[in-house]
């Protein structure tokens, strides 16, 4: 199922859905042009583990920082989740709750050539979080450290809730990998994440794959 995303939506969405972004028709330039969730103010609702989370995302130009406000739709009961840019560090209703650090260890398994998926770029962060986040707020951290196209929705169709919880319960941070790929097809540029993340006792999870469109 593809799910159309524009300025500004609501959309509920499940952990197997694959996820279709629309941006304007002259956007259409340059291989780099993703749309940035944070700067058009992207809204959804996702369900994790039985519950269901409205995610609104925003950008503050001022600070050159992401804001991710989640709120519990059936408490009402609201977060801000800050990534200061500049810093790498994750503000939770103010207080540090996540860093990540850039990280030149990018493992083969995850750069996987080909003529159909052009490589854009990769990327390998060591990413760690407080002890006891909610699986919410993971979502949203790794999330923001993909930037622009991925929604927290768009990571948990790739993982699965199951195994978003426990890696948000078992551990406290690892290397977070990724690689982004594009193709062309008719007028529209098709954009797929590939990443994976390890525990610091070497296990692995993913490859998981993200996919969405601008058309």
């Not at 083969?108 to 159909?116: D, E, K, P």
């Not at 060591?126 to 923001?144: D, E, F, Q």
């Not at 690689?179 to 999870?205: E, M, Q």
């Not at 993913?206 to 969405?212: L, V």
Request: net charge neutral.
């Amino acid at each position: 199922m593809l799910v159309k995303i524009k300025k500004p939506v609501l959309v509920v969405l499940s952990a197997l859905m694959i996820f279709t972004f629309t941006a304007p028709s002259f956007a259409k330039s340059s291989v780099d042009i993703e749309q940035d969730i944070y700067i058009n103010n992207v809204q959804e609702n996702v369900l994790i583990q039985d519950k269901e989370y409205s995610y609104k995302y925003s950008y503050n130009s001022a600070s050159n920082d992401n804001i991710t406000y989640i709120t519990d739709t059936q408490t009402g009961q609201s977060d801000t989740l800050i990534h200061d840019k500049e810093t790498g560090i994750f503000y939770l209703n103010g207080q540090k709750v996540a860093e990540i650090k850039d990280d030149l260890d990018i493992p083969t398994q995850i750069l996987r050539a080909g003529s159909y998926w052009k490589h854009i770029s990769n990327s390998s962060t060591y990413i760690s979080w407080k002890k006891g986040l909610a699986a919410a707020v993971v979502a949203g951290i790794i999330a923001g450290a993909f930037g622009k196209g991925a929604t927290v929705a768009a990571v948990l169709g790739s993982v699965g809730a199951s195994t978003l919880g426990y890696i948000s319960s078992s551990f406290v941070g690892g290397h977070l990998y990724w690689t982004k790929w594009y193709h062309v097809n008719l007028l529209n540029y098709h954009y797929k994440i590939d990443w994976a993340i390890k525990a610091p006792n070497g296990k692995r999870f993913g490859t998981y794959y993200i996919q969405y469109t601008l058309e």
